[in-house]
């Protein structure tokens, strides 16, 4: 099995070059025929280039989409923490509103006492 694999291997390698051989010995001895091999060899690695960039060119806008799609998600994550920051300072400045009339309240309560004892004491 080896030896075959190792036989086809060879046999590949050896028509490959009888190929290259026969190529440039052609293309030596006729010039238009150069010519003729050298354009469509052109115009075959054009058409390979073309395919790659226009792979690229897709990968590329797929990319800017699934960016595009990431930015309006996290927009809408912002936005969203937005609105809570919001809805939190709303809510500071109520609580720290209940927080000063309860100490205003206290403070009058101190000072009602603070008198009542006054006149209790002077009574």
């Known amino acids: 099995m080896e030896e075959e694999k190792n036989y086809q291997k060879i046999n590949y390698e050896e028509n490959l070059e009888e190929l290259k051989f026969d190529q440039v010995m052609t293309l030596e001895e006729d010039p ?34 699934t960016l595009e799609f990431q930015m309006n998600t996290l927009g809408d994550r912002v936005r969203k923490v937005e609105e ?12 720290g509103n209940k927080v000063t009339e309860g100490f205003n309240k206290m403070t009058e309560g101190f000072n009602k006492m603070t008198e009542d004892s006054t006149e209790w004491k002077t009574k």
């Open 84 to 95: 809570r920051l919001s809805a939190l300072e709303w809510s500071t400045d109520a609580l």
């Open 32 to 65: 238009a025929l150069s010519a003729g091999v050298v354009r469509r060899t052109a115009e075959s690695r054009m058409g390979k280039l073309s395919k790659d960039i226009n792979s690229l060119a897709s990968q590329v806008y797929r990319r800017m989409d």
